[in-house]
């Protein structure tokens, strides 16, 4: 019984570090949630134990975070959860192997790197980054602007370990120095933080039509957001359609399309549908200026639902059409996610892709006025993948110091700020399966900016390597 006690009180914290994530606000736990996890591992003296109770505490932590894939996916999902269940039981392994007076330093540079190599292998999935916990917490959440979602999380981490480190090694020094530094950034983020004008907006209508499902009847589903946009009667710059709002080839239907190019010359309509070309099916933007159509097509597809790796071997598309009832074969996309707006630019994030830092930081090259994240996440239900979705929003526009405006189609549609505020559309409570209209003012934030975005990760994961070398030739 005392052997199966790590692994017992592995599970409970990780189930309660859960309550930091989204749509939960509990960020405080995030800063102190790995700490039982340290003193417990700490008194094992079983190597492969450390191990085990970190991949167990990752497994479970994502298993409960990524329910919703389920939805989709079956008990399929728990191999999602195991393998990145898999990156917790090689961090909690390997930073014991260290001396402790390595640990704080050593630790910290290991949780990053395994951040982002998560980030990257496999087409990568950095969908609740330790970082992602402040999303409602603007105070630590703005210190992205300076070390990136990837950063804040290595320091969030650093804080518990040099807690640890305290507790139970006496390691007052450590716990000091990481303070200093959480203080110190936050005080550059704060001096750093993106002024925006609000003399020159951007009015922008993000219109949720609670439709959009694949599978749903097209025109039928055009029809609930053509009546929404035809009652905007205000000024407007620009009124966005979610992804799959016209959930077939839009370029194949003469009367929607004759509908939004003559609309057009009201406003500008950037939608989310689907577009062939030379016997290729992309997930696509397209937006509607004037009678002049402009398109992006997703770069960053979602494995297994919009195309299936290793599908050329026989016996995975054999396994995949038995299990799914049939092959997803979308193709990326090679051009640019910008569009320009009269005298204005915007940068499109089609679903998931809101969720790598690379892409809107690639995006910022051109130097945007502001993202748009058009997304279906209708599959998700009633469950936490919406308000995670959602949360990623905020850091891109923390990172980028650019307001980025989030159009679902069932929710949840809203904005965030590069200050790490946010607000969204909502009826009675209720913000999923909802059918209405957001008006945004999108002030000018375009001449500025953020550290993050100009020192790149390139640079931080520099400063990490040298921060190790250095430490380890010392000790």
């Given amino acids: 019984m005392k052997s199966a006690l790590p692994f017992i009180l592995s599970i409970a914290f990780a189930a309660i570090l859960c309550f930091a994530f989204p749509p939960f606000s509990c ?194 589903t055009f029809e609930k957001y053509r009546d929404l946009t035809d009652s905007i009667k205000k000024e407007c710059d620009l009124a966005v359609w979610p992804e799959s709002s016209y959930p077939s080839i839009v370029e194949n239907d003469s009367e929607v399309l004759k509908y939004l190019i003559e609309k057009s010359y009201d406003f500008p309509i950037l939608i989310g549908s689907m577009s062939a070309e030379n016997g290729s099916i992309h997930n696509s933007a397209f937006l509607f200026n004037r009678g002049i159509l402009s398109r992006y097509d997703k770069s960053h597809l979602v494995p297994f639902g919009e195309y299936v790796p290793g599908k050329k071997f026989s016996f995975v598309k054999k396994a995949y059409i038995r299990i799914a009832g049939g092959i997803p074969d979308m193709k990326p996309g090679k051009n640019s996610g910008v569009f320009n707006l009269n005298s204005k630019k915007f940068a499109v994030l089609i679903c998931f892709e809101n969720i790598f830092p690379e892409i809107a930081q690639k995006n910022m090259q051109y130097n945007p006025n502001f993202f748009v994240t058009i997304t279906n996440d209708s599959w998700y239900g009633h469950s936490f993948g919406p308000y995670q979705h959602f949360a990623h929003n905020i850091f891109r526009a923390i990172e980028t110091g650019r307001y980025v405006i989030q159009v679902s189609t069932t929710g949840i549609t809203g904005y965030a700020t590069p200050n790490g505020k946010f607000d969204t559309l909502g009826k009675n409570g209720e913000k999923l399966f909802i059918r209405g209209i957001q008006e945004i003012d999108v002030p000018e934030c375009k001449n500025k900016k953020t550290i993050y975005t100009l020192a790149g990760e390139t640079t931080i994961a520099m400063i990490f390597l040298l921060l190790t070398g250095a430490y380890l030739c010392k000790n």
């Avoid at 167990?56 to 329910?67: K, N, Q, W």
């Avoid at 790197?113 to 330790?130: D, S």
């Avoid at 507790?167 to 450590?174: G, M, T």
């Fill in 27 to 220: 960020w405080f736990i995030a800063w102190i949630g790995l700490v039982p996890l340290f003193l417990i591992l700490d008194n094992d003296k079983i190597h492969i134990n450390k191990f085990i109770a970190g991949l167990v505490s990752g497994f479970v932590f994502h298993a409960i975070t990524l329910y919703w894939i389920s939805s989709v996916a079956g008990v399929f999902y728990l191999f999602l959860a195991l393998y990145l269940g898999f990156f917790w039981g090689i961090f909690f392994s390997l930073i014991f192997s260290f001396r402790v007076e390595l640990r704080a330093v050593i630790g910290t540079s290991l949780w990053y790197f395994l951040e982002i190599i998560l980030q990257h292998l496999f087409t990568g999935f950095p969908w609740v980054f330790i970082s992602l916990s402040q999303w409602n917490f603007p105070l630590a959440a703005n210190m992205a602007s300076i070390i990136g979602s990837a950063g804040l999380s290595t320091l969030i981490v650093s804080i518990n370990i040099s807690i640890y480190l305290m507790l139970k090694h006496r390691k007052f020094i450590q716990f000091l120095s990481f303070l200093l530094i959480l203080v110190l950034l936050n005080i550059v983020s704060s001096m750093n933080a993106v002024r925006c004008q609000h003399n020159s907006s951007v009015k922008i209508f993000a219109i949720q039509g609670n439709a959009g499902y694949f599978g749903q009847d097209p025109w039928g």
